[in-house]
């Protein structure tokens, strides 16, 4: 039996469940592409921030532009000269943002994981009602071989719908983790700026300017 005959013969249920296959694909792929922690939270970029802060070299555009820890530690950094509860009130809240960005279509994800292997079973609960109904019919003692490939049929939802839980699951822990991964080296890094701004002694100066606007003023300069 290949794919198409499974298709067939598992019924209209293959329709839905060919399309949470499709779907758990896609979110899969694009979560894999998202979910760099490179991209994310790049090591080093804290104590480059410190380091640039202690020069008055902060660029506050180019930090946010940089990753999103980068907004993260630019929303910190605008309220250094509020206090280190404003400093870290403002990191909480733009960390909760770039969580909830992290986890945008894990529910979904983990709502296909959960369904698939429902809906096979309603598969194959359908495929055997029919089956039954051949049996108590009244030629249906003589029909044991369609008896037989209608058994065969039914169950072809049940392995639908595993194929497709199985790795929606897997994928949808192996998310979470990363996530979570991804959000302790935010934490660490941010820690390491709140600590450095705590410590600081000099003269907080940061600079807002874009890319243009700077090459602008230099150019005028010239």
């Given at each position: 039996m290949d794919i198409m005959d499974a298709l067939i013969a598992g019924g209209w249920l293959m329709v839905p469940l060919l399309g949470c296959s499709l779907l758990a694909t896609v979110i899969i792929?694009?979560?894999?592409?998202?979910?760099?922690?490179?991209?994310?939270?790049?090591?080093?970029?804290g104590q480059e921030v410190c380091s640039l802060v202690a020069r008055g070299q902060v660029n506050?555009?180019?930090?946010?532009?940089?990753?999103?820890?980068?907004?993260?530690?630019?929303?910190g950094l605008r309220n250094a000269r509020l206090g280190h509860e404003q400093v870290r009130a403002r990191?909480?809240?733009?960390?909760?943002?770039?969580?909830h960005d992290m986890e945008r279509f894990?529910?979904?994800l983990g709502t296909i994981a959960a369904i698939t292997p429902l809906i096979g079973l309603l598969g194959t609960v359908v495929?055997?009602?029919?089956v039954f109904a051949v049996i108590v019919s009244a030629d249906g003692a003589s029909r044991t071989a369609e008896l037989a490939g209608g058994i065969s049929r039914a169950l072809v939802t049940t392995a639908a719908g595993l194929t497709v839980a199985i790795p929606a699951l897997m994928f949808h822990r192996y998310f979470l983790?990363?996530?979570e991964d991804i959000t302790?080296?935010?934490?660490?890094?941010?820690?390491?700026?709140?600590?450095f701004l705590a410590h600081y002694r000099g003269e907080l100066g940061?600079?807002?300017q874009r890319e243009g606007e700077r090459s602008a003023r230099e150019a005028g300069g010239l």
């Open positions: 792929i694009e979560r894999l592409w998202t979910l760099r922690a490179k991209r994310i939270a790049p090591y080093g970029l506050l555009y180019w930090l946010e532009g940089h990753s999103p820890l980068g907004g993260v530690l630019a929303a990191l909480q809240e733009a960390a909760t943002a770039v969580i894990l529910s979904p495929g055997m009602i029919e983790r990363r996530v302790v080296r935010m934490e660490e890094q941010a820690g390491q700026v709140v600590e940061f600079s807002e």
